[in-house]
């Protein structure tokens, strides 16, 4: 099973969303991580055919997912970053309406949704109405819509976006067990979410693809640059000017600072630690023109 993105560029008007973006995905996780406005919205819509592209193209083991159309639908899910769910539909009824959007009969709907409600934990919940459902129960059952027509194809946008961390958990936990025989694609800002499941992570930077490396692989480009630096209260402002922190953890009356930097700071007692996914992020996109300092 392949999905291949070929050359892939889209403009919107003189606003370049995506630049000649080229991927070959596989059974597994992919994270895309990027800020708002690098192309991670527009490249899911395009997969999902709700955005046209201009050029390029995306082919499903060898073919054209345009040409491939309701072939390709079925077996595709797509889970939108929006909760615009019906609040007077009960969990069954949203379901059930999904069910019928994707061409199932009433006997095959009866079957998956009480599978698929059973694997994200909102069997039980069914005959409620989603007004009363939590942030994480419309997550879910977000996710269970989209693996309804158990696809080959799962797109998730912004899946654990305004989440506690438990339901967070709850949501890669599952992702991470349904992915085992399908492609995953997710966007989303929780480089933590995905740092653990990921098989590869894509950074994507104003419309062009910057990297495609496992997790441990794309950490490893910053070994040597990550220290933490322990200072008094007073100074952890001067380190935030000079350097790119990503953490601060107080320790009795001195605080850790986590930072990114060519050569060990001066001055303060610090160590050097092994990079994370999280710090790459923050090298990437923390400010434009910014480099390493």
């Not at 989209?146 to 654990?160: C, G, K, M, S, Y």
Request: neutral net charge; aromatic residues 6%.
């Amino acid at each position: 099973m392949k999905l291949e993105i070929q050359n892939l560029s889209k403009s919107y008007g003189e606003k370049k969303a995506l630049s000649h973006v080229s991927l070959t995905l596989t059974p597994g996780v992919y994270g895309l991580l990027g800020p708002n406005g690098a192309g991670k919205s527009t490249l899911m819509n395009i997969i999902t055919d709700n955005v046209r592209l201009d050029s390029g193209e995306i082919c499903f083991n060898g073919e054209s997912i345009f040409k491939m159309g309701k072939r390709f639908r079925k077996i595709l899910g797509y889970m939108p970053q929006q909760q615009e769910l019906y609040p007077s539909f009960t969990g069954w009824r949203f379901l059930n309406y999904m069910a019928a959007l994707k061409g199932m009969t009433k006997e095959q709907a009866k079957q998956e949704i009480l599978q698929t409600a059973k694997l994200v934990n909102l069997d039980g919940d069914l005959n409620r109405r989603l007004g009363g459902y939590s942030g994480g129960m419309k997550q879910r059952i977000l996710i269970a819509q989209a693996i309804l027509n158990r696809p080959q194809v799962l797109i998730l946008d912004e899946p654990t976006a305004g989440l506690d961390p438990k339901e967070r958990i709850r949501i890669r936990n599952l992702i991470s067990k349904i992915a085992l025989d399908k492609i995953v694609l997710i966007a989303t800002h929780v480089v933590s979410d995905i740092e653990y499941i990921a098989k590869e992570i894509i950074l994507l930077k104003k419309g062009e693809i910057l990297s495609q490396k496992e997790p441990s692989a794309l950490a490893e480009e910053l070994s040597g640059h990550v220290f933490v630096v322990s200072a008094p209260p007073e100074r952890v402002g001067e380190l935030q000017e000079a350097y790119r922190v990503s953490n601060l953890a107080r320790e009795g009356d001195r605080v850790l600072v986590r930072l990114l930097s060519q050569t060990p700071p001066k001055d303060y007692p610090n160590q050097s630690v092994s990079p994370t996914v999280e710090d790459c992020y923050l090298y990437h996109f923390e400010e434009e023109g910014e480099s390493l300092s």
